[in-house]
């Protein structure tokens, strides 16, 4: 299988982490795409112009990440990061939606700098964006999901998004939500996928 993705995409991570934990990655072929280049193949695998993207043996092309993920999942031999049925499947996807919605806020933040020139940038929309971020930090912080038992979906997406956080604004979260710095060592000595999937750009 191939997956389509970006060194610094926390999506894609995502996907890399799930696959290590799930025993699958040497099964992938990791082939960077360029979501900005019209010439790149990524357009014609996913409409959407976006990644992650998993292209099966076959030729089928699956995408987003959390499609991706759920994917992985009916692969693996024993392990499942995605409950099948009850409470416990509606919390990690639940909690899948708050990590990569960090991200989401995240992303656009970026974008917005990165996109737009200093004067056609819009201050109260990247504020509009921070602040979903310090609600969504404030709520984990207060009950940081628990890694007794096993691991959901929903741990490896909030731990991407703290992940991007320290990438993308050098940690400044860190500060203000020490139990969460402590979450996320936490996951890090369980998952050891967390450190070795590290953006290195």
């Not at 499947?89 to 996109?115: F, N």
């Not at 060592?185 to 369980?190: L, N």
């Amino acid at each position: 299988m191939i997956l389509r993705s970006s060194i610094p995409s926390p999506f894609g991570r995502k996907v890399k982490m799930a696959a290590k934990y799930l025993g699958l990655y040497d099964g992938l072929t990791i082939e960077t795409a360029d979501t900005n280049n019209p010439d790149d193949s990524l357009r014609n695998q996913n409409p959407l112009g976006k990644i992650p993207v998993l292209i099966l043996d076959d030729g089928q092309k699956i995408f987003d990440s959390r499609v991706i993920c759920e994917y992985l999942d009916t692969l693996a031999n024993g392990k499942t990061l995605h409950p099948a049925t009850g409470d416990a499947r509606w919390q990690a996807l639940t909690l899948q939606s708050l990590g990569d919605g960090i991200v989401d806020a995240a992303i656009l933040q970026v974008y917005e700098k990165r996109m737009r020139p200093d004067d056609k940038r819009h201050q109260d929309w990247v504020d509009y964006q921070a602040d979903k971020i310090t609600r969504s930090l404030t709520m984990l912080a207060a009950n940081p999901p628990s890694l007794t038992g096993d691991l959901t979906i929903g741990h490896f997406a909030v731990a991407c998004a703290l992940g991007y956080l320290d990438f993308r604004f050098d940690g400044a979260w860190r500060a203000g939500y020490p139990a969460l710095v402590t979450w996320l060592d936490d996951f890090r000595a369980r998952v050891p996928a967390f450190d070795t999937t590290v953006p290195q750009v």
